[in-house]
């Protein structure tokens, strides 16, 4: 079994990455790990950002968001240690899972940011994913800051509409 609490760690966030073959955001996994009092939010934070400088998860940023998903090295290493993250935690974090994977499916399939070139407008940038392809993406230019924010806050549920909108009307 793993001696080391953080060697632990480590193992079940790249078990959870991969069980849900999607990227999770840092505050789903904090979700489960502080919520379950398995370590503090600065424990995880250090076990991510190793995670990530040996390679084995990527990060993205979206937003104020980090979305993290398990690398094919993550993969393997799991493969190989997966025996030493104990049954009645892998039951937690499949409990966990079970629980709310179409809420982290959702958020993590819906996504919307926006940044400011260098022409003084701000660009919203919007895409809807599945799995780890992604479905539809674009980007609108908005004169001002609140635009910009406003269309993000509104594209987590006006996504689908849209989509399908422009679905209807280009096929």
């Not at 849900?20 to 250090?46: A, I, M």
């Not at 240690?81 to 993590?108: H, L, Q, T, Y």
Request: proline share 3%; glycine share 4%.
């Amino acid at each position: 079994m793993a001696q080391e609490p953080e060697t632990l760690y480590k193992l079940m966030v790249l078990y959870m990455l991969d069980q849900v073959n999607l990227p999770l955001t840092g505050s789903q996994l904090s979700e489960f790990f502080l919520g379950k009092d398995y370590s503090s939010w600065f424990t995880l934070q250090d076990v991510l950002a190793s995670l990530e400088e040996s390679g084995f998860v990527r990060s993205s940023h979206v937003g104020n968001s980090t979305h993290y998903e398990i690398t094919d090295d993550g993969s393997t290493t799991l493969k190989f240690f997966s025996g030493d993250i104990f049954p009645s935690v892998k039951k937690d974090m499949d409990d966990f899972i079970a629980e709310n994977k179409f809420r982290m499916r959702s958020e993590a399939s819906v996504t919307a940011d926006y940044y400011k070139p260098e022409n003084g407008d701000f660009v919203v940038h919007c895409t809807i994913r599945e799995g780890k392809s992604e479905l539809f993406s674009m980007d609108v230019t908005v004169p001002d800051e609140e635009a910009a924010r406003t269309m993000s806050v509104n594209w987590k549920t006006k996504a689908q509409s849209v989509y399908a909108f422009v679905l209807n009307n280009l096929i």
